[in-house]
């Protein structure tokens, strides 16, 4: 295979000298006359000197490393590719298996309440739901309300955090439940502890 491109050494050499201005008759072969201004036209014409210069193994041997250089360059251009997409895919699925922050209050009928996180049910008797009430009305906004409820479901329902796997007073459920409670319940009385 590297016989048949021995014949054309004389042609590649031609754009070197073209552009150094000597005037040639030969024409200049287009592959290595498009970027003699770039850097990449010294080392091409590098390359082609000392492909003039060796015999037929060492032009394969250069075949060979100028084939491995461009396969590397073909997988490392697939890697990029395939962490762009495998990127994507895990965004995905991270999203998909994120929590919605759903929240729902409902009364039972012998007076409990069960307060649903998504997936987590935590029921309270009508004395804590006053609390967490209190607490949502007393408070400035909404981030003042998670700070208070946190700090009570940490101290008497901690079942609660751990079930709906809340570990800071930052976390959205309490946000989403603050609002539900604003929404649906009044303080009554206040609350006795």
Known sequence: MAKKKTSSKSVSKTPVKAKAGAA????????????LESE?????????GIAERID????ETLLNAARA?????????????LNVVADKAARRRRELNA???RVQIERTKDDF????????????NRQEMREITHRCHAAKNAPDAARRMYRWFEKERSDLLTDAGI???????????????I???KVKTPPTR
């Open 24 to 35: 040639q008759t030969e024409k200049p072969s287009t592959i290595i006359e498009i970027s």
């Open 40 to 48: 990449a036209a010294e080392i091409v014409r590098e390359i082609v």
């Open 56 to 59: 037929e193994s060492g032009l």
């Open 69 to 81: 250089v461009d396969m590397k360059g073909k997988i490392e251009q697939f890697n990029r590719e």
């Open 99 to 101: 929590p919605e922050y």
């Open 113 to 124: 309440f069960i307060i649903q996180l998504d997936t987590a049910r935590i029921f309270f």
């Open 167 to 181: 570990n800071s007073e930052r976390n959205p459920y309490l946000i989403d439940l603050y609002e539900q409670v």
């Open 183 to 185: 929404r649906t319940y």
